[in-house]
């Protein structure tokens, strides 16, 4: 049975990290769900990942309807700043990728000045098109010279999924994690919605009136059709879930 929540995610990084092993983790809500439902390739991505974490409390309601009782809500600002605190004893390196210009100096600085013991290996900022060759290679030298432990993705959902699954054997970093927004809600660019709203399944509404003309279409598209499959599923008239 599934059992997973905050603590019990960053215990399974931390033995993944200690056994030197390697793997990626993906933070995952209905946003993600949903396009793998559509997406063979991100799917494929999402079912090899080390850990695939409910990242919305509308993904742990489905895993509680569905017996996993233990299930609990991994927020990907929240495990990302776990990870960081967990660094004071561990001595973790991080390399923080992704964002828009000027973004990852902000988080850098921002993490800094509440953890100042944090080793911040690098940063890189990729462009907004895919890397050329030689984009590519000044990152993946960037990362090897850095010599992370973990490479924190802030980049949109499927982007940063496939970019873990891509770069996993390129890139000598044990640990990747996709993050998305955490990026900009640990800068400082963006206001996090309030303890309530989270716990009600209602962050997306607050989310939506931060960005209504980038949400709005994915919400309209993604969330009644959601709602309509989840409930086939559990009626037994829909499929098990995804291949």
Same mark, same amino acid.
């Given at each position: 049975?599934?059992? $997973?929540?905050?603590?019990?995610?960053?215990?399974?990084?931390?033995?993944?990290?200690?056994?030197?092993?390697?793997?990626?983790?993906?933070?995952?809500?209905?946003?993600?769900?949903?396009?793998?439902?559509?997406?063979?390739?991100? /799917?494929?991505?999402?079912?090899?990942?080390?850990?695939?974490?409910?990242?919305?409390?509308?993904?742990? %309601?489905?895993?509680?309807?569905?017996?996993? /009782?233990? $299930?609990?809500?991994?927020?990907?600002?929240?495990?990302?700043?776990?990870?960081?605190? /967990? @660094?004071?004893?561990?001595? +973790?390196?991080?390399?923080?990728?992704?964002?828009?210009?000027?973004?990852?100096?902000?988080?850098?600085?921002?993490? !800094? @000045?509440?953890?100042? %013991? !944090?080793? $911040?290996?690098?940063?890189?900022?990729?462009?907004? =098109?895919?890397?050329?060759?030689?984009?590519?290679?000044?990152?993946?030298?960037?990362? =090897?010279?850095?010599?992370?432990? $973990?490479? +924190?993705?802030?980049?949109?959902?499927?982007?940063?999924?496939?970019?873990?699954?891509?770069? @996993?054997?390129?890139?000598q970093v044990p640990l990747m994690v996709g993050v998305g927004a955490a990026f900009d809600l640990h800068a400082g660019l963006r206001r996090d919605?309030?303890? +309530?709203?989270?716990? @009600?399944?209602?962050? %997306?509404?607050?989310?939506?009136?931060?960005?209504?003309?980038?949400?709005?279409?994915?919400?309209?598209?993604?969330?009644? /059709?959601?709602? +309509?499959e989840i409930g086939l599923q559990l009626s037994g008239w829909g499929p098990s879930g995804a291949d």
């Open positions: 049975m599934l059992a $997973i929540d905050l603590d019990t995610a960053v215990a399974r990084c931390e033995q993944l990290l200690a056994g030197h092993d390697k793997g990626y983790v993906c933070v995952t809500g209905v946003h993600g769900v949903m396009e793998s439902r559509s997406d063979p390739e991100l /799917r494929a991505v999402l079912n090899r990942a080390f850990l695939c974490l409910p990242d919305g409390m509308p993904t742990v %309601w489905v895993g509680r309807l569905q017996g996993h /009782r233990g $299930i609990r809500r991994v927020y990907g600002p929240d495990f990302m700043m776990a990870m960081c605190r /967990r @660094s004071q004893q561990t001595g +973790w390196r991080h390399f923080l990728y992704g964002g828009a210009p000027g973004v990852v100096d902000k988080l850098a600085e921002r993490l !800094l @000045s509440v953890m100042p %013991w !944090l080793f $911040i290996a690098g940063t890189y900022t990729p462009p907004y =098109a895919p890397l050329t060759p030689a984009g590519e290679r000044e990152m993946t030298d960037k990362v =090897a010279h850095a010599r992370p432990d $973990i490479l +924190w993705v802030g980049l949109s959902t499927p982007k940063q999924e496939k970019f873990m699954a891509q770069y @996993s054997d390129k890139l919605a309030p303890d +309530w709203m989270k716990r @009600s399944g209602l962050q %997306w509404l607050h989310r939506l009136c931060q960005e209504p003309r980038r949400l709005a279409p994915r919400y309209l598209r993604h969330n009644p /059709r959601f709602l +309509w």
